[in-house]
């Protein structure tokens, strides 16, 4: 099976970013993919006193096109992630939708970990100001195999994604707005990290280029395999990077290496 990971550069016009989000899905769909990621907050990255109006619910118009797509395409779409309404006081949740071939919603992920740094890059980031982290650890059955879903900032909690490896995870996906700052520094190394220890394939679509506010994120979405190679990866502006998931690799890789069943902390 060939998967792919997007790149893009949304911005504040829903419209525009959903175009650009069907367009590289079919682009990937043309070269064979079928399963297809899209990046962190794909349909909307625009300024904050906007945020509220761009939330949808999980059957809301954004999520309703991608479900449509993987129907029209006979893929498997991750929808990166959208702003979903209805957390807990008036927040959102930063929700990971994954759509089977016929439209269906296999998984809903809501993002745990939420991003409140200062990473040096003039900007300050308070995730949880306005989003409620998730509470449930979420693998999925899927064409591919069993798929482990996060988002961006989870990438840093490898107990997450151990997590995901316990419950029979092939495919880790981690869809992303990684800033410039860290994402130059630490994207690829953490990427290589968490598919190496899991011994599991690393979906990792990605945001790349500037964003409302001055917001610069890093992307180089890639695939990384089980044994910690990057087998596909995009340069800069818009792309999609395709490389085969191989099942009989990963089988072989834990066969031969059998890390997860040498672990004596837990």
């Not at 990438?155 to 130059?184: I, M, Q, S």
């Not at 490389?243 to 672990?263: G, K, S």
């Amino acid at each position: 099976m060939l998967i792919a990971a997007t790149q893009m550069t949304s911005g504040a016009d829903k419209a525009a970013n959903l175009e650009t989000a069907a367009r590289l899905v079919r682009k990937a769909a043309k070269f064979g993919a079928q399963l297809i990621g899209l990046p962190e907050n794909f349909a909307w990255m625009g300024p904050e006193p906007e945020r509220d109006a761009n939330a949808e619910a999980l059957d809301g118009p954004t999520l309703l096109q991608i479900s449509q797509l993987a129907r029209e395409l006979s893929v498997t779409i991750l929808g990166g992630s959208v702003l979903e309404r209805g957390a807990p006081q008036g927040r959102l949740y930063n929700t990971s939708v994954l759509f089977g071939p016929d439209g269906q919603r296999l998984a809903v992920y809501r993002k745990i970990h939420l991003f409140d740094v200062e990473v040096g890059d003039g900007q300050k980031y308070r995730e949880s100001a306005a989003v409620a982290p998730g509470e449930e650890i979420v693998v999925a059955d899927s064409p591919a195999g069993k798929v482990g879903l996060s988002v961006c900032y989870d990438l840093r909690f490898p107990e997450l994604y151990r997590r995901h490896a316990d419950a029979g995870a092939v495919l880790l996906t981690v869809p992303a707005a990684f800033t410039l700052a860290t994402g130059k520094d630490h994207w690829e190394v953490l990427l290589r990290a968490r598919a190496i220890e899991n011994q599991a394939y690393v979906l990792a679509p990605a945001q790349q280029g500037r964003h409302p506010k001055d917001r610069m994120t890093w992307g180089h979405a890639m695939v990384v395999d089980p044994w910690g190679l990057v087998t596909a990866r995009c340069s800069e502006g818009e792309g999609v990077a395709v490389a085969e998931l191989d099942l009989e690799l990963v089988a072989r890789v834990r066969r031969n290496l059998p890390a997860l069943q040498h672990r004596r902390l837990r």
